[in-house]
T-cell receptor, first 115, second 108 residues
Framework: KAGVTQTPRYLIKTRGQQVTLSCSPI?????VSWYQQTPGQGLQFLFE???????NKGNFPGRFSGRQFSNSRSEMNVSTLELGDSALYLC??????????????FGEGSWLTVV | LAKTTQPISMDSYEGQEVNITCSHN???????ITWYQQFPSQGPRFIIQ???TKVTNEVASLFIPADRKSSTLSLPRVSLSDTAVYYC?????????FGTGTRLQVFP
């Protein structure tokens, strides 16, 4: 069974640009969540989608957005990139929402560097 | 929302048992505790999840005391390949928060 797939794995963008990251969840999983990981802030929750609806959102500015499609695949977008957005962006999927007795499985991440 | 605290780093030798503790004093009654392992440049990998008492699988055990304000991940007989960062995650269907991670270094 294929795991969570994220594309692209690595990318470099310039300040002010925007970026879109993609995530394909494990087959049958309907919940997709996104996280930002940086050396200074650790793993931080961005948002979660379940059945195409955003259920929860972390404490990030509106430049960070996402969506989920009917096949459960998800994208996240960051507009007007800043140097501080350089990070590993992780996508995770699970059968149901959240972690209440529900296991979240992570992808390998997308490394974003903003120059 | 529970705030989770972990030791920054731990050292061990091959063959020893390693216990990593996560403190979550404000854990909610519907929060679960999950542990992940992360290698450099990879996504976190699920190790074990529990709600109370003790859970064991083929790679680890998770001990959760009655008050649930802490949890301990136990790795039996570690090997060099267990060198990684270990995160505890406390959350429920609505909210979750990761610990700061514990960097485990295993020496030969």
């Amino acid at each position: 069974k294929a795991g969570v797939t994220q594309t692209p794995r690595y990318l470099i963008k310039t300040r002010g640009q925007q970026v879109t990251l993609s995530c394909s969840p494990i087959s049958g999983h309907r919940s997709v969540s996104w996280y930002q990981q940086t050396p200074g802030q650790g793993l931080q929750f961005l948002f979660e989608y379940f059945s195409e609806t955003q259920r929860n959102k972390g404490n990030f500015p509106g430049r960070f957005s996402g969506r989920q499609f009917s096949n459960s695949r998800s994208e996240m977008n960051v507009s007007t990139l800043e140097l501080g957005d350089s990070a590993l962006y992780l996508c995770a999927s699970s059968l149901g929402p959240g972690v209440g007795g529900n296991t979240i499985y992570f992808g390998e991440g997308s490394w974003l560097t903003v120059v | 929302l529970a705030k989770t605290t972990q030791p920054i780093s731990m050292d061990s030798y091959e063959g020893q048992e390693v216990n990593i503790t996560c403190s979550h004093n404000n854990i909610a009654t519907n929060d679960y505790i999950t542990w992940y392992q992360q290698f450099p440049s990879q996504g976190p990998r699920f190790i074990i999840q529990g709600y109370k008492t003790k859970v064991t699988n083929e790679v680890a055990s998770l001990f959760i005391p009655a008050d649930r304000k802490s949890s301990t991940l136990s790795l039996p007989r570690v090997s060099l390949s267990d060198t990684a960062v270990y995160y505890c995650l406390v959350g429920n269907t609505d909210k979750l928060i990761f610990g700061t991670g514990t960097r485990l270094q295993v020496f030969p």
